[in-house]
């Protein structure tokens, strides 16, 4: 079965970083987008950064020129690069994809992993 699996997440000081990964495991053929998306205590979730198939990226208006999101197509992972943290950025990291289609069996669609923990401060 497709899962979705981030590691990195941990306490950092403002201004440091911190690199999160995300791999998909199980017999995959294809991701479509892949995109990390953060909540807050008492906040909804919001999107943070997105990643196409072909590399192209979008960011949420708070983190960019901080934050810089990345995908390896041949390892199934994607990555997340934040620099310059801020104590706002502090939440749980979800990772997701948007489609992901296996070898065998129906497409996946909307996946998220269990979530990695940033917490920002000093």
């Known amino acids: 079965q497709v899962q979705l699996v981030e590691s990195g997440g941990g306490l950092v000081q403002p201004g440091g970083s911190l690199k999160l990964s995300c791999a998909a495991s199980g017999s995959i053929f294809s991701i479509n987008a892949m995109g990390w998306y953060r909540q807050a205590p008492g906040k909804q979730r919001e999107l943070v950064a997105l990643?196409?198939?072909?590399?192209?990226?979008n960011y949420t208006d708070s983190v960019k020129g901080r934050f810089t999101i990345s995908r390896d197509n041949a390892k199934n992972t994607v990555y997340l690069q934040m620099n310059s943290l801020k104590p706002e950025d502090t939440a749980v990291y979800y990772c997701?994809?948007?489609?992901?289609?296996?070898?065998?069996?129906?497409?996946?669609?909307?996946?998220w992993g269990q979530g990695t923990q940033v917490t920002v401060s000093t």
């Open positions: 997701n994809a948007d489609r992901i289609v296996e070898y065998k069996g129906p497409a996946r669609y909307d996946v």
């Open positions: 990643i196409s198939s072909g590399g192209r990226t």
